[in-house]
């Protein structure tokens, strides 16, 4: 299984991960509607979904067709699976840790709201594998325990790895996506909801009947020192996935096995913080931010005795788009931080970008950021990336970004056209006003592999641009003990090339 590492070509850039809070701290969880006064609206860009737990569903949502498949720990006849997970706590040995019992899942994947007081619910559900149609098994988020791993509720963390993706007219499923992540948590099962207090969270595996019960978790940091390396077997769904990764980890690495259709990932978790807007009234909402106009939600909201907190993926479609939108409406603080472990693949339309391959990973503590690979400039002949955040952290501090990229040899010359490793790199951070802000960068080449690096960039938006400057290609040509080094391929007259 070759190993691909990113982080390895760091020599002016040492990538490390940011200080952790005290292990024994619950993890930060954004607020929701209630904790917001009647009449406001707050727009938060949510980097985790820990009141939202994977699981499987599939079925007609208000976007298409869709489904998502938890792939199981293997031990049936299942294509797809995770085959094992383990863990270092820092002194170099790997140990395995063990997967639980299927406990269910939340029951319900999402809900719409057609009008005042009235939700329609979309419910979760498991299904097995059929190859038949190109389904993946729809499995349930397993507790892995890891002896020696503690952090502040135990040594349990879910661990979650999902094929998603749409069903077509023909009943076909099409793999689009895959994701995988690790939360560490404790949980305590068949808890009635009135008994399951803050900050756990409570997470409805039966229907509401009046009575209804479910999952009682408590989400912590990750320790200190600990990474993670998670197999995935992928077998029938391998060439689905798209060669582009992105992740939360700190110096990951990626193993790619075609001949036995495994993906490893190995890495650490690192902080990221949630953004959000001032929360505001919604008579002073400006007319062009993207998000809180609408009238009946507002009406649901306040017969409710609640404000309106809308949450949104950090790195959803259009979520750089929307954070530049909310424009002076964006916090200067954001609202907490977290530790984060989880790599997912994403799709383009760059004839680049292959599948059942790597072509490229990019990792950054940006919270919000582009789910897309980085848009490829013709003219300027750079790969773009647009990040953002609010200025400072949660504490005041000034919140410094990373970001680095790990191209193929061979993806790095389908974009810049010539052999990569005879060029110089540039790496800069461009601001949203046009001007190069201050950031330490690296570029190197190891064993057919281009890394890009910057760190120490602040924010709100900026771009990252990466570009190869090609060297002409250069001979030694020689005329008795006359030599002179030329560009091209052909010597002056009277010369020849001089021979190694």
Not at 468 to 489: F, R
Request: charged share 15%; hydrophobic share 35%; aromatic share 10%.
């Amino acid at each position: 299984m070759k190993r691909i590492l990113l982080g390895i070509l760091t020599a002016t850039i040492a990538l490390s991960t940011p200080a952790f809070a005290d292990t024994s701290k619950v993890a930060f969880i954004a607020p929701d509607s209630r904790a917001l006064p009647s009449g406001y609206f707050q727009q938060i860009f949510e980097t985790t979904h820990f009141d939202s737990p994977p699981m499987s569903y599939q079925g007609l949502t208000k976007h298409q067709y869709s489904f998502d498949a938890q792939l199981p720990p293997c031990g049936g006849t299942e294509s797809a699976c995770i085959q094992s997970v383990e863990y270092n706590v820092g002194d170099g040995n790997w140990q395995s840790a063990k997967a639980g019992a299927d406990e269910g899942q939340r029951y319900i994947f999402d809900g719409e709201l057609t009008g005042p007081g009235t939700w329609k619910l979309n419910l979760s559900s498991t299904y097995g594998e059929d190859l038949k149609v190109h389904r993946p098994t729809g499995s349930t988020a397993r507790l892995w325990s890891a002896p020696g791993a503690e952090h502040g509720g135990g040594n349990t963390y879910l661990v979650s790895a999902d094929l998603a993706g749409t069903q077509t007219g023909t009943s076909q499923y099409e793999v689009t996506d895959l994701h995988m992540g690790i939360v560490p948590v404790s949980r305590q099962a068949n808890v009635a909801e009135a008994n399951c207090a803050a900050p756990a969270i409570f997470i409805p595996i039966t229907p509401d009947t009046g009575m209804r019960s479910g999952f009682c978790e408590t989400v912590y940091d990750f320790p200190q020192n600990l990474q993670w390396r998670m197999t995935v077997r992928l077998g029938a769904f391998m060439q689905d996935i798209s060669g582009w990764f992105d992740g939360r980890l700190s110096s990951p690495a990626i193993s790619v096995d075609a001949k036995n259709q495994l993906l490893q990932v190995t890495g650490g978790a690192i902080s990221v913080p949630t953004v959000a807007t001032t929360p505001t009234e919604y008579s002073k909402i400006p007319a062009n931010w993207p998000q809180g106009h609408d009238a009946n939600i507002q009406a649901e909201q306040t017969s409710g005795h609640i404000g309106w907190s809308s949450l949104m993926d950090s790195n959803a479609e259009d979520s750089v788009i929307q954070f530049n939108q909310f424009g002076n409406g964006i916090a200067p603080k954001a609202l907490g931080t977290n530790t984060v472990w989880q790599l997912g693949s994403i799709h383009g339309d760059n004839t680049c970008v292959q599948k059942g391959v790597v072509n490229g990973v990019l990792s950054t503590n940006a919270p919000i950021y582009s789910p897309r690979p980085p848009t490829w400039n013709a003219k300027e002949g750079t790969l773009n990336f647009q990040v953002a955040s609010s200025h400072l952290d949660p504490t005041g501090a000034v919140f410094l970004g990373n970001y680095s990229l790990l191209l193929s040899a061979k993806t790095a010359s389908c974009l810049w056209g010539s052999d990569f490793s005879r060029g110089s790199a540039s790496v800069s951070v461009v601001s949203a006003s046009g001007t190069n802000e201050i950031a330490t960068t690296s570029f190197g080449v190891h064993d057919g592999w281009a890394g890009f690096n910057a760190a120490g960039f602040t924010f709100s938006s900026p771009t990252i641009k990466v570009k190869i400057n090609q060297k002409p290609a250069t001979i030694t040509c020689v005329k008795g003990k006359v030599s002179k080094v030329v560009s091209g391929s052909l010597c002056p007259s009277g010369y020849k090339q001089k021979k190694y």
